[in-house]
């Protein structure tokens, strides 16, 4: 089935330093791909909807210049979180979905990334 | 707007006894796909079982089948012979008709199996 490769799984890093998390599309091609972000005993709350060539969408009350989200190709994109502080600490999930020319298609979600900032 | 309610923020059942969540949505759609997702403790999204709204026939995977009442825009999950390793969150979606639409996820309903 299809799989999606998030990276890293777990980052620890200093407060003002910025973190890049990747989420590939190891064996389909995906059109566009989601990133969610979840604090503990919650919901999957969506940030951004990510399309392979064009700008993100951003949900309201996500800041899109801490959150830079890239989608450069049909198989992976890219959220940096930018000068990075305790409050942005939480659980990062991306899923990828359209498989060209499968339109019907669930998407696929990553395994997660715990960011935790000091 | 889209919406999805699951009022049962946790449910118990015992290990081999069969247990329904709940789950509601709003919609104006016609055309749409329903989910429940598996969230065991190391927060892997699982999914579970997927129903197309078209389809009048519910959906069924093994132990896990769904109760999917389009016109009063009810989808529950029904788990039978449960089992220790069902034991996580379980989360209802709702999204458009296809992968490019967003996920819209439910609170979430906290399923523990007793022994």
């Known amino acids: 089935g299809a799989v999606v490769s998030q990276h890293p799984s777990w980052v620890i890093c200093k407060s003002g330093t910025s973190v890049k998390i990747e989420c590939r599309s190891l064996?389909?091609?995906?059109?566009?791909m989601f990133w969610y972000r979840q604090f503990p005993k919650q919901s999957l709350m969506l940030m951004a909807t990510?399309?392979?060539?064009?700008?993100?969408?951003?949900e309201q009350g996500v800041e899109k210049d801490k959150f830079l989200i890239n989608h450069a190709s049909l198989t992976l994109s890219t959220l940096t979180v930018t000068s990075a502080h305790p409050e942005d600490s939480s659980f990062y999930i991306c899923?990828?979905?359209?498989?060209?020319?499968?339109?019907?298609?669930?998407?696929?979600f990553g395994d997660g990334t715990r960011l935790s900032i000091l | 707007a889209q919406t999805v309610t699951q009022s049962q923020p946790e449910m118990s059942v015992q290990e081999a006894e069969t247990v329904t969540l709940s789950c509601t949505y709003d919609?104006?759609?016609?055309?749409?796909?329903l989910f429940w997702y598996k969230q065991p403790p190391s927060r892997q999204m699982i999914l579970v079982i997927r129903?197309?709204?078209?389809?009048?026939q519910n959906a069924t995977e093994n132990r896990f089948s769904v109760n999917f009442q389009k016109a009063a825009k009810s989808f529950s999950l029904k788990i039978s012979d449960s089992q220790l390793g069902d034991a996580a969150m379980y989360f209802c979606?709702?999204?458009?008709?296809?992968?490019?639409?967003?996920?819209?996820f439910g609170t979430g309903t906290r399923l523990k199996v007793l022994a």
């Open positions: 899923s990828a979905g359209a498989q060209a020319g499968y339109s019907n298609q669930p998407q696929h």
């Open positions: 064996d389909f091609q995906a059109t566009t």
């Open positions: 990510s399309n392979e060539g064009s700008k993100a969408t951003y």
């Open positions: 919609t104006s759609e016609s055309d749409y796909y």
């Open positions: 129903q197309e709204a078209y389809k009048q």
């Open positions: 979606a709702y999204t458009g008709p296809s992968g490019t639409y967003k996920y819209i």
